[in-house]
């Protein structure tokens, strides 16, 4: 047979070929040769064309999955090109009404200034009243909830609201910024302007069909992470196959200081003549048939006003939605300080309406297989973990009355608010077991607000995630540990002893476009006390970390935290505990924020408060946020009083911590005018900085700075306030080098603080390049005790690149000159 020519098959070859192909796309010449012995069919075939089969059947599957790429890829295009054409339409309308307004109103004015005599006025006025009367009101049906006809007069007029919203020009929507449309964005999101209340809207693509994310927006306690609960009172069918829901819903609040919110609303779900499917809902008022009785205890009556989804099939496939969040939050019914959350249309955007369009989102992409998940758990079940961290966080703040909690009484200082629930049940569920934990008394939150000046949600909330041990290394009372070591629950990361640890973070699972991170986080050699060294055993903790983009506007950051054990069973009880960070609309006429200061002291309730306008003026600022802090903590019943003890001070600990930090980090990047990093004045630290310039002396034969004095509180602080960044690194063998000291230069450089330098490895923050030239100097800065780096770029804790013109490496000696650690020295170094 001439191999050169083509050979064709028979249908009985193919279906062998096909066979192998499904097991092995692509065999091996001995599989090959077995192939052609074992099938009849193929022994007048050379095994050369068996080869070029496989060749030519791998290259028409992968053209086959381009193909059907391409073909989904076009079908996304084609309908984010109607979307945008739509929505062209829709700027294009409301810029002929304004146009049509503003002539209305030239108009207007040019007949008022033409009017000269009382008469011509009153006969303006006449003409208008004839008109109205000419042209009456249409009259609708009676709007009165008591009766179903009613009810769909209500449902018929939210459903006209919310479509002109939707897609019309009854609110002036401006696009959000960093929202910008596009195939892979997450849609186009806009916000509103000059409206009562505030509102949301976004539009986007979702491959999934429209009843399906029906059903998933109506569980919104699924989606909306500030969702306490949802009863539908009653449903009514309607005559064109659609619902009418009556229901109750309850929201948390998102702070220690405010109170949550509820809402009676009418909800309508029709299908409209093009096919499309339409969700629309409308706060109940008494005029219409909504609740007469009082609000209940610790909520607030909130307003929906006509919101919604409306979702459209798309051809091929998916579906386009658009979705309108409309709502006014009585923001006059909290502290001034705080009505920026409840009057801000951005934080609304993050908070319902892009988290709903996110939410439909990752379910798509967890149906389509795409998304992967770590640790050998189903995506449903990853997702229900986040949901039970994020609502048990928000149990522990707002403590509502209805779930147990009570209110303990303070030691005289009102900066901790700590709050007891003795229901075991609901914090351990079915696993509880009284013969289990038979001291069993309940669970103690301990919790503070304080409002925080030039700091970014977004990096506060990194930041303390990668370095825990600057906030969590506190000198808990050995007793007070004891007390708590019984309980694998009762710690929420607390290192008591002081004991050293480190953190090993491990990814579990992320969203898909990764705003918020579900991870395991594993804190080594965790011991209780002094006697507990030699067992000291590793701690877990089920982490979720969000809104860590800086660039994200009106993001809330959060970091939660529970304490779980090794075997991290799905029904695992959790108790959550952490920090949350939520921005406050920037204020750009306030002056520069030079503090951080307790939220309770700038508290003002309703329009009429006492506080000099002068002081008020002080305290607006260019970058503002509420920093909630929660912790969770079991007790046994005789211990209550030690444990609530511990925990207040516990949480004052926490919140000085913070403090600091945000101090800490605020000057490298925002505000120059901040104040200087404290000195530290501890005997090491001046015989470090002794070491570190007579050394510098010893290897390059120069002063590192000058001095008139040689007294160690000199050379400390010339060094510490030296323009470059100076920083020490441990040299212990087989071992990464890890940062022992950095002045204030090199902290501001690294992004962190003193404490948390122990967190950092030399080559973490060095690119590939700096760390290849480090290596092969290393040798010579042993031999020769110094050496000059190139200028390169590194990286800082928090991730941002940093150009350096030169650098320079020497050996730090002891007083016996013992080698003790290594100096490095960044020179004119900046953030790129």
């Given at each position: 047979?001439?191999?050169?020519?083509?050979?064709?098959?028979?249908?009985?070859?193919?279906?062998a070929l096909e066979r192998v192909y499904s097991e092995c796309p692509k065999p091996s010449s001995l599989r090959r040769q077995q192939l052609i012995r074992e099938c009849p069919i193929l022994c007048n075939i050379e095994p050369k064309q068996i080869k070029v089969w496989f060749q030519n059947r791998r290259c028409r599957e992968k053209q086959r999955k381009e193909s059907c790429r391409l073909q989904t890829v076009n079908r996304k295009l084609s309908a984010m090109n109607k979307l945008l054409m739509e929505e062209n339409d829709r700027l294009q309308k409301q810029v002929?009404?304004?146009?049509?307004?503003?002539?209305?109103?030239?108009?207007?004015?040019?007949?008022?200034?033409?009017?000269?005599?009382?008469?011509?006025?009153?006969?303006?006025?006449?003409?208008?009243?004839?008109?109205?009367?000419?042209?009456?009101?249409?009259?609708?049906?009676?709007?009165?909830?008591?009766?179903?006809?009613?009810?769909?007069?209500?449902?018929?007029?939210?459903?006209?609201?919310?479509?002109?919203?939707?897609?019309?020009?009854?609110?002036?929507?401006?696009?959000?910024?960093?929202?910008?449309?596009?195939?892979?964005?997450?849609?186009?999101?806009?916000?509103?302007?000059?409206?009562?209340?505030?509102?949301?809207?976004?539009?986007?693509?979702?491959?999934?069909?429209?009843?399906?994310?029906?059903?998933?927006?109506?569980?919104?306690?699924?989606?909306?992470?500030?969702?306490?609960?949802?009863?539908?009172?009653?449903?009514?069918?309607?005559?064109?196959?659609?619902?009418?829901?009556?229901?109750?819903?309850?929201?948390?609040?998102?702070?220690?200081?405010?109170?949550?919110?509820?809402?009676?609303?009418?909800?309508?779900?029709?299908?409209?003549?093009?096919?499309?499917?339409?969700?629309?809902?409308?706060?109940?008022?008494?005029?219409?048939?909504?609740?007469?009785?009082?609000?209940?205890?610790?909520?607030?009556r909130a307003e929906m006003l006509p919101s919604g989804y409306l979702i459209r099939p798309c051809e091929g496939g998916g579906s386009i939605i658009h979705i309108v969040d409309h709502i006014d939050l009585d923001a006059w019914s909290v502290p001034e300080v705080l009505r920026p959350l409840y009057e801000s249309s951005k934080i609304l955007a993050q908070k319902m309406t892009i988290a709903a369009l996110r939410h439909i989102r990752q379910i798509a992409q967890e149906t389509s297989g795409e998304v992967q998940y770590g640790g050998g758990r189903q995506p449903a079940?990853?997702?229900?973990?986040?949901?039970?961290?994020?609502?048990?966080?928000?149990?522990?703040?707002?403590?509502?009355?209805?779930?147990?909690?009570?209110?303990?009484?303070?030691?005289?200082?009102?900066?901790?608010?700590?709050?007891?629930?003795?229901?075991?049940?609901?914090?351990?569920?079915?696993?509880?077991?009284?013969?289990?934990?038979?001291?069993?008394?309940?669970?103690?939150?301990?919790?503070?607000?304080?409002?925080?000046?030039?700091?970014?949600?977004?990096?506060?909330?990194?930041?303390?995630?990668?370095?825990?041990?600057?906030?969590?290394?506190?000198?808990?009372?050995?007793?007070?540990?004891?007390?708590?070591?019984?309980?694998?629950?009762?710690?929420?990361?607390?290192?008591?002893?002081?004991?050293?640890?480190?953190?090993?973070?491990?990814?579990?699972?992320?969203?898909?476009?990764?705003?918020?991170?579900?991870?395991?986080?594993?804190?080594?050699?965790?011991?209780?006390?002094?006697?507990?060294?030699?067992?000291?055993?590793?701690?877990?903790?089920?982490?979720?970390?969000?809104?860590?983009?800086?660039?994200?506007?009106?993001?809330?950051?959060?970091?939660?935290?529970?304490?779980?054990?090794?075997?991290?069973?799905?029904?695992?009880?959790?108790?959550?505990?952490?920090?949350?960070?939520?921005?406050?609309?920037?204020?750009?006429?306030?002056?520069?924020?030079?503090?951080?200061?307790?939220?309770?002291?700038?508290?003002?309730?309703?329009?009429?408060?006492?506080?000099?306008?002068?002081?008020?003026?002080?305290?607006?600022?260019?970058?503002?946020?509420?920093?909630?802090?929660?912790?969770?903590?079991?007790?046994?019943?005789?211990?209550?009083?030690?444990?609530?003890?511990?925990?207040?001070?516990?949480?004052?600990?926490?919140?000085?911590?913070?403090?600091?930090?945000?101090?800490?980090?605020?000057?490298?990047?925002?505000?120059?005018?901040?104040?200087?990093?404290?000195?530290?004045?501890?005997?090491?630290?001046?015989?470090?900085?002794?070491?570190?310039?007579?050394?510098?002396?010893?290897?390059?034969?120069?002063?590192?700075?000058?001095?008139?004095?040689?007294?160690?509180?000199?050379?400390?602080?010339?060094?510490?306030?030296?323009?470059?960044?100076?920083?020490?690194?441990?040299?212990?063998?087989?071992?990464?080098?890890?940062?022992?000291?950095?002045?204030?230069?090199?902290?501001?450089?690294?992004?962190?603080?003193?404490?948390?330098?122990?967190?950092?490895?030399?080559?973490?923050?060095?690119?590939?390049?700096?760390?290849?030239?480090?290596?092969?100097?290393?040798?010579?800065?042993?031999?020769?005790?110094?050496?000059?780096?190139?200028?390169?770029?590194?990286?800082?804790?928090?991730?941002?690149?940093?150009?350096?013109?030169?650098?320079?490496?020497?050996?730090?000696?002891?007083?016996?000159?013992?080698?003790?650690?290594?100096?490095?020295?960044?020179?004119?170094?900046?953030?790129?």
């Amino acid at each position: 047979m001439d191999t050169s020519k083509y050979v064709r098959y028979t249908p009985e070859q193919v279906e062998a070929l096909e066979r192998v192909y499904s097991e092995c796309p692509k065999p091996s010449s001995l599989r090959r040769q077995q192939l052609i012995r074992e099938c009849p069919i193929l022994c007048n075939i050379e095994p050369k064309q068996i080869k070029v089969w496989f060749q030519n059947r791998r290259c028409r599957e992968k053209q086959r999955k381009e193909s059907c790429r391409l073909q989904t890829v076009n079908r996304k295009l084609s309908a984010m090109n109607k979307l945008l054409m739509e929505e062209n339409d829709r700027l294009q309308k409301q810029v002929s009404h304004l146009v049509y307004e503003n002539g209305y109103m030239k108009q207007q004015l040019h007949t008022a200034s033409g009017t000269t005599t009382d008469n011509s006025c009153e006969s303006v006025v006449m003409s208008g009243q004839n008109q109205q009367q000419q042209n009456p009101t249409p009259q609708h049906p009676q709007r009165d909830a008591n009766n179903p006809a009613g009810l769909l007069a209500i449902a018929e007029e939210t459903l006209a609201e919310f479509l002109s919203k939707a897609t019309g020009t009854a609110v002036d929507w401006v696009q959000m910024i960093g929202m910008k449309p596009g195939p892979d964005s997450i849609g186009i999101v806009a916000v509103s302007r000059n409206c009562s209340g505030i509102a949301a809207r976004a539009c986007g693509l979702v491959s999934l069909e429209p009843t399906k994310i029906a059903e998933i927006l109506k569980d919104r306690p699924s989606w909306f992470r500030d969702c306490r609960s949802i009863d539908v009172l009653s449903v009514i069918p309607t005559a064109n196959a659609g619902t009418i829901e009556l229901m109750y819903m309850q929201t948390f609040a998102p702070t220690t200081l405010a109170a949550a919110r509820d809402f009676w609303t009418l909800r309508y779900t029709t299908s409209l003549e093009d096919g499309s499917l339409v969700i629309c809902e409308r706060s109940l008022t008494t005029s219409t048939g909504g609740p007469t009785g009082p609000t209940p205890s610790s909520f607030v009556r909130a307003e929906m006003l006509p919101s919604g989804y409306l979702i459209r099939p798309c051809e091929g496939g998916g579906s386009i939605i658009h979705i309108v969040d409309h709502i006014d939050l009585d923001a006059w019914s909290v502290p001034e300080v705080l009505r920026p959350l409840y009057e801000s249309s951005k934080i609304l955007a993050q908070k319902m309406t892009i988290a709903a369009l996110r939410h439909i989102r990752q379910i798509a992409q967890e149906t389509s297989g795409e998304v992967q998940y770590g640790g050998g758990r189903q995506p449903a079940v990853l997702r229900t973990f986040s949901q039970r961290l994020c609502r048990g966080f928000n149990d522990a703040v707002n403590g509502f009355l209805d779930d147990g909690w009570s209110l303990m009484g303070s030691d005289g200082v009102e900066d901790v608010t700590i709050v007891i629930n003795s229901s075991p049940t609901k914090f351990l569920g079915s696993q509880y077991n009284g013969s289990m934990f038979p001291a069993f008394g309940g669970v103690l939150c301990a919790k503070a607000s304080m409002l925080l000046q030039n700091v970014p949600p977004a990096l506060l909330v990194r930041f303390l995630r990668e370095h825990r041990s600057e906030w969590a290394d506190y000198g808990v009372d050995a007793y007070s540990a004891a007390c708590l070591k019984a309980s694998p629950y009762a710690v929420p990361c607390a290192r008591p002893g002081g004991f050293p640890s480190s953190q090993v973070i491990l990814p579990l699972a992320h969203t898909v476009e990764h705003e918020e991170l579900l991870e395991v986080v594993r804190l080594e050699g965790h011991a209780f006390s002094p006697e507990d060294v030699a067992l000291a055993r590793d701690m877990y903790l089920l982490q979720l970390c969000s809104g860590v983009d800086e660039n994200a506007i009106g993001a809330c950051a959060q970091l939660v935290f529970a304490p779980i054990d090794e075997s991290f069973a799905d029904e695992a009880p959790l108790l959550p505990s952490g920090f949350r960070v939520i921005p406050l609309d920037p204020k750009p006429d306030g002056p520069a924020a030079t503090r951080t200061l307790d939220l309770a002291s700038t508290l003002e309730v309703g329009p009429g408060s006492a506080r000099p306008a002068s002081e008020a003026d002080a305290n607006s600022y260019n970058l503002r946020s509420v920093l909630t802090i929660a912790f969770q903590f079991t007790y046994e019943n005789h211990l209550r009083d030690s444990v609530a003890a511990m925990a207040r001070q516990y949480v004052r600990s926490v919140v000085g911590s913070v403090q600091r930090v945000a101090m800490a980090i605020a000057p490298s990047r925002l505000s120059s005018q901040m104040g200087p990093k404290p000195l530290p004045h501890s005997p090491e630290a001046l015989t470090l900085a002794r070491w570190i310039c007579r050394s510098y002396r010893i290897h390059t034969g120069g002063e590192l700075f000058h001095t008139d004095s040689q007294s160690g509180d000199a050379v400390l602080k010339q060094l510490w306030n030296h323009s470059d960044a100076i920083m020490c690194c441990s040299v212990k063998t087989n071992a990464s080098p890890v940062f022992t000291f950095a002045n204030q230069a090199g902290l501001d450089m690294l992004e962190t603080t003193l404490v948390a330098l122990q967190d950092i490895m030399l080559d973490k923050i060095l690119d590939e390049a700096g760390r290849k030239i480090l290596c092969s100097e290393f040798s010579k800065i042993m031999q020769q005790g110094f050496t000059y780096l190139p200028a390169g770029i590194c990286v800082s804790s928090m991730g941002r690149p940093i150009s350096y013109e030169q650098a320079i490496a020497w050996k730090v000696l002891n007083d016996d000159d013992s080698n003790h650690c290594l100096a490095f020295m960044f020179v004119n170094w900046s953030f790129v």
